[in-house]
């Protein structure tokens, strides 16, 4: 689980063979048996074995299970992966698997695997969140089993909420909410406003979605960067952010909401309410953005479904851009995904979100909510970034690029000007 392990352990069975081997790389899940005629070398097998006894004593709750797939000799090791193991306890998993993606022998009896951790939590995860980890095993010729010496997160890989402390579980009506040294109290009210956000994104978002959101509280925002594997200073003013994974790799990953306690703590009952609104939107509109989603568009359209509905005037919700506009610095075009880098300017950064929100309210004003839908959806399903917007624009809005920037200009001067 957590970056564990030792460096030294009482050799067993004798002197190791010195020689290395890399095996092939094996694409088989936990408790996933491979074709005969594809059948994995014996080390691979066995190591698989190991991980799948360590998948099902998550599953069965089974702490003793769990810390016996640990080397015996690694006492620190066991005594880490205990107390983290009983860190999950009331976190409902409903699935654990492991997937080795590469495996490095060092001689007959030691090994290092790149193993892909997928973990769903059950009632809220349709997809699991994809973990990378790197596992050192060593077999004990005694028994042939093999056991692990080091449990470590992958270069460039985030922490887990568990890794981070006693885990505390809100369940709310559409929501859960776990949390790492956070009050209860704090916590309730944060599912709270979760619950309030879920139906405000599904009045703003017609597609079908789990209606359901899971948001992380960490202790501090430097525990927050650790999940996201990410400088804490790119969070230091960013109340939440939401990832398809959690310091993982994978293609159809379940949504977290990772709330800033610090930042979040800062707005009033209104501005937490936008502020998970907006996130939520971005697990509901999950399905339908894609690397060809611009910033501007994805995030505007977050913030839009968060402001409809809300008695809020267009210089309340922009003011860094009606600020600019009042001075005579109208951007002359629509921001681009480097506008919206949190480790940049925070004034650039507020003007892009508030420029991506006035285009979408364009959108919904001009040609109607229907069309944003439809405009969205349409970009996010082109096959790659260039031509996903142009594309969309002619079919959807019967507009150019060109014609579109004039129209979101002229926009931003009447609305804040």
């Known amino acids: 689980?957590?970056?564990?392990?030792?460096?030294?352990?009482?050799?067993?069975?004798?002197?190791?063979?010195?020689?290395?081997?890399?095996?092939?790389?094996l694409l088989c899940a936990a408790a996933c048996t491979a074709p005969a005629d594809e059948a994995p070398d014996t080390t691979a097998r066995d190591i698989r074995?190991?991980?799948?006894?360590?998948?099902?004593?998550?599953?069965?709750?089974?702490e003793d299970a769990y810390v016996a797939t640990v080397d015996p000799d690694a006492t620190a090791l066991r005594g880490a992966q205990r107390k983290e193991f009983g860190r999950l306890a009331d976190v409902p998993i409903g699935a654990w698997t492991y997937r080795v993606t590469?495996?490095?022998?060092?001689?007959?009896?030691?090994?290092?695997?790149?193993?892909?951790?997928?973990?769903?939590?059950?009632?809220?995860d349709s997809a699991p969140?994809?973990?990378?980890?790197?596992?050192?095993?060593?077999?004990?010729?005694?028994?042939?089993?093999?056991?692990?010496t080091a449990d470590r997160a992958a270069d460039g890989g985030g922490r887990q909420l568990w890794e981070q402390g006693d885990v505390e579980v809100v369940r709310g009506a559409s929501s859960l909410v776990l949390g790492v040294g956070r009050t209860r109290g704090e916590l309730k009210g944060i599912a709270a406003t979760a619950d309030l956000a879920v139906p405000d994104v599904s009045a703003a978002w017609p597609e079908h979605w789990a209606g359901r959101v899971v948001v992380l509280v960490p202790r501090t925002v430097t525990d927050m960067a650790q999940l996201l594997g990410s400088p804490a200073s790119n969070y230091r003013g960013i109340a939440a952010v939401t990832t398809g994974e959690t310091g993982g790799s994978g293609k159809t990953p379940a949504d977290r909401v990772i709330v800033n306690p610090e930042a979040y703590a800062l707005l009033g009952s209104f501005g937490q309410r936008v502020v998970l609104t907006h996130e939520t939107t971005h697990v509901a509109t999950r399905a339908d953005t894609s690397a060809a989603t611009p910033s501007w568009l994805s995030e505007g359209f977050a913030d839009w479904a968060a402001y409809r509905d809300?008695?809020?005037?267009?210089?309340?919700?922009?003011?860094?851009?009606?600020?600019?506009?009042?001075?005579?610095?109208?951007?002359?075009?629509?921001?681009?995904?480097?506008?919206?880098?949190?480790?940049?300017?925070?004034?650039?950064?507020?003007?892009?979100?508030?420029?991506?929100?006035?285009?979408?309210?364009?959108?919904?004003?001009?040609?109607?909510e229907a069309k944003l839908y439809?405009?969205?959806?349409?970009?996010?399903?082109?096959?790659?970034?260039?031509?996903a917007v142009e594309q969309a624009l002619h079919e959807v809005l019967g507009a150019t690029p060109e014609d579109f920037t004039v129209r979101w200009r002229d926009y931003l001067e009447s609305r804040l000007g």
């Open 1 to 25: 689980m957590a970056d564990q392990g030792r460096t030294a352990r009482r050799a067993r069975g004798g002197r190791r063979r010195a020689a290395g081997a890399v095996l092939a790389a």
């Open 49 to 62: 074995a190991t991980l799948d006894r360590r998948a099902a004593a998550v599953l069965h709750h089974d």
């Open 102 to 124: 590469e495996l490095a022998a060092h001689g007959a009896d030691r090994a290092t695997a790149d193993v892909t951790l997928g973990y769903r939590i059950e009632g809220y």
């Open 129 to 148: 969140v994809s973990v990378d980890r790197v596992l050192d095993l060593e077999r004990d010729p005694a028994d042939g089993r093999w056991y692990l």
């Open 310 to 368: 809300r008695e809020r005037t267009a210089t309340e919700i922009a003011p860094e851009l009606g600020d600019a506009v009042r001075r005579g610095d109208l951007p002359a075009a629509l921001p681009t995904d480097e506008d919206f880098g949190f480790a940049g300017d925070p004034d650039r950064l507020a003007r892009a979100y508030e420029g991506g929100w006035m285009a979408c309210e364009l959108i919904a004003e001009q040609w109607g």
């Open 374 to 387: 439809a405009f969205y959806r349409a970009v996010g399903g082109h096959a790659g970034r260039d031509g």
